[in-house]
Each structure stands twice: as C-alpha cells, then as structure tokens.
C-alpha cells in the first residue's frame, strides 16, 4: 500500500489519486508503508519492482517490456579521458525509444486502475510517443498537444499510434503559451474526467515511480554496488529527482550503503535550472530559449526545485553543454561506442568529458551516463551527424580498388 505525502508541508493526504496538496498546492510524493520491499522476478521489466509502484492489482498493468535496458560499458570514449569506470545506461531500447516508456507504463496503468478511458497530455516528442503507444494498447483515448516547433519525426511517431495530436501556437519558446496550455489541459481533463499525464513528479506523481526504476536496475546491474555519480540530461527535472528517490529507496531496503552524487546537464542555451544552481537561488522562469535540444528545452521546469534540493542532498552538481558540443558528442557516442542517441541524451557524455577536463570528476569514479532517447527520432539531428561526410557514388568494379 501507498500514501501520498505532501513534500511541503509533510501532511497526508486522504485522496490518494490527487496531484497536489489540498492545504499548499505542494509536491505529492508517494511513499511506501515498509522500506524493504519483495521483488517480482516473474513480473516483466520494471514490474519485478510492482512493490514500489503505486499500482493496487496487477491485472491492471499495461506493458510493452519496458525497462531491463542495458548498461554498456564504454568501450573507447571513457578511455580516452581516463576514466575506466564509465557505462552508459541505454533507455533508448525501450519499447518506443525512451525512458518515458517507464512512466507511461505505470501511467496508463494507474489510469486503468482508476477506471478512466482518455489521457491528455503536451509533450516536444518521448512522452507523448510513449503515452500514444500505452494508451493505444489499452483502447484509452488520448489527446497530445505538442510544441510548435517539435521535430516532425517524432510527432508522426505520435500519431501512427493514433491519438488526437495537435501542435500549440507558441509552446515551446512563449512561457505564456506553455502556462496557459498546462492551466487549459487540467481544465479539459477535469471537465471530462480524464487523466493529465505530464512527465513531472508535480504533475503526475503515480506515473513519475516508474523513472525511479532505472537506479534500482543501474544497482542490480552493477552487482549491488551505486556508481560514485550518474549523469542525467535535465529539462523538466522529473527524471533527475525520480532517480534520486530510486537510490535513496534502494538504500533505505538496505541493498546499498552509499548513494551516488548525482550530476544535471542542460542545453545552454536554455538551462534555468543550471543558472540557478550557480547562483544558489531558487529556479527562475527564463524569457526565451536559445537551444534546439529538442526534448530537454524547458523555460520553466516544473520540478527544477526538486532537482536543486537532490543535487544538495547528494552532494553533486549542475552544468550546460553547448549545442555545438552537443552535436558533436552525439555523433561521437555514434561512431566510438555503436551508440545512436537523441541529442538530449548526447549531453551526459559532453558533460563527463568536460567535468573530467575540469578536475571535477576524478578518473577512478564509477560513472554512469543516462542515454536518455535513441537516434533516430530527431532526423534534423541525424542529418547533422552525415553532412560533412562524403558518400561517392561507384561503379561495381571500382569496389576492388579501395585501398584498405
Ligand atoms: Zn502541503
């Protein structure tokens, strides 16, 4: 069993279905009666870990084979920064592509087991392809609206899975357009009874417990050990702070005894959450967005206070990649390691780079990069990775005279 615990002000709260507290409108966090926890072995992916979601009856669970995603060790890059102890976690094998399959597992689960039909949610691609694909195979309606310049690829994704989808007049660069269209979705999902899934534990608590499940896998895949620090690309920061809670949950059953420092990497061109870190002030609302990450560009990042209370806890850090260096590290994750990321995951390997430049990373530290996404959705981006590279055209016969 669960209860919903305001992060706030530390209340209960009786309803366990809402988002928010009732007293202060502050963060819910669900919290488990015991800290030791069984595990489901015979359970699929993430649901091995049924005990720490927040999901009543198992029949109610909607699943694509989520989760058990790889953790490759680096082959080539980590060595040539000196730092032999790097893996890359790889989420972009889940069933769509994300790590956001993880929450629209138990997202649309949760919402079967509330006995709701539709789903609404806004999304620049990962959520949204995941809540499509979940709420499809569970015959719910869905209605995604999504930013005005999301990347093509990603939304025909969105709609071969056949929800409504529609793209906002000035989401995505207009905090306007982004706090009116948030305001206007629970509006619509109250009206009809439908359930708003956002990929932010302010928003979506229930469906934010599945994010958690990639520290318990990094643990159990790296023989019970934490790493010494996991490198998250943050937008909204849900994913941060969820993963945070996993390892403290993990530590609290007592399978670790340490907890790793947990690093945020954001475009730089669009990183409130970096800047407040530096100034050591609360997350502020920027005016534009000057980045094309697309999947991690957010003005106003609705848990980036909870990442700014993780990254004190754990004692880690924040810092922001350039796009340029962006690009650059994606196609060398590509070429090096046989590893074909989204831009928005690339960040993580640009960061340890950097860090270890800097000194801040030492060389004989655990790390673990979260590969967020997979290559192929942003074809903008995989494009980019090709340009400069020549591809002549030859005759059969030309074939024996390449020289090795
Ligand atoms: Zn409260």
């Not at 060595?79 to 032999?84: G, M, Q, R, T």
């Not at 706090?179 to 009206?191: F, K, Y």
């Not at 003005?299 to 260096?325: F, K, M, Q």
């Not at 979260?370 to 074939?399: C, N, R, Y």
């Amino acid at each position: 069993m669960f209860q919903m615990v305001c992060l706030t002000c530390g209340q209960v709260c009786g309803d366990l279905s809402a988002a928010n507290c009732a007293h202060d409108g502050g963060v819910l966090d669900v919290r488990y009666a015991t800290d030791d926890f069984p595990l489901q072995p015979h359970l699929p992916g993430i649901w091995r870990y049924a005990a720490r979601l927040p999901l009543t009856d198992p029949k109610h669970i909607v699943s694509l084979g989520e989760g058990d995603t790889p953790m490759t060790p680096s082959a080539q890059l980590g060595a040539e920064i000196d730092l032999p102890q790097l893996f890359f976690k790889n989420e972009g094998l889940n069933p769509t592509g994300s790590y956001k399959d993880r929450i629209a597992s138990v997202g649309i689960s949760y919402l079967r087991q509330l006995g709701r039909r539709a789903w609404s949610a806004t999304s620049s691609g990962n959520a949204g392809a995941s809540l499509a694909a979940y709420g499809g195979r569970a015959g719910m309606d869905g209605y995604l609206f999504t930013l005005e310049k999301a990347p093509r690829a990603k939304i025909a994704q969105i709609m071969s899975y056949g929800p409504q989808v529609m793209s906002v007049k000035r989401l995505g660069y207009d905090p306007a357009a982004e706090a009116a269209t948030w305001a206007n979705i629970a509006a619509l999902c109250d009206a009809n009874d439908w359930l708003m899934l956002i990929t932010a534990r302010s928003n979506s608590p229930h469906a934010m417990e599945g994010a958690k499940t990639i520290a318990y896998e990094i643990c159990q895949q790296l023989d019970g050990e934490a790493p010494d620090v996991v490198y998250a690309p943050v937008g909204g920061g849900g994913l941060l702070s969820s993963i945070w809670k996993g390892f403290r949950e993990w530590r609290a059953a007592g399978r670790i005894d340490r907890l790793p420092r947990m690093v945020a990497v954001q475009p730089l061109g669009c990183d409130p959450i970096t800047q407040a870190w530096q100034a050591d002030r609360p997350v502020q609302q920027l005016d534009d967005c000057a980045s094309a990450v697309s999947g991690i560009i957010l003005t106003s990042p609705p848990d980036g206070d909870l990442v700014l209370d993780d990254l004190h806890e754990s004692d880690g850090w924040a810092l922001s990649i350039a796009d340029e260096v962006t690009y650059q590290a994606q196609s060398e994750l590509a070429s090096r390691e046989g590893l074909f990321v989204e831009p928005a995951a690339a960040v993580v390997w640009a960061a340890a780079r950097a860090d270890r430049q800097s000194g801040r990373l030492q060389g004989d530290e655990m790390v673990v990069a979260l590969l967020t996404g997979i290559g192929f959705k942003d074809s903008v981006a995989v494009q980019k990775m090709s340009d400069d590279k020549p591809l002549p055209l030859i005759e059969a016969s030309d074939i024996l005279h390449i020289a090795p």
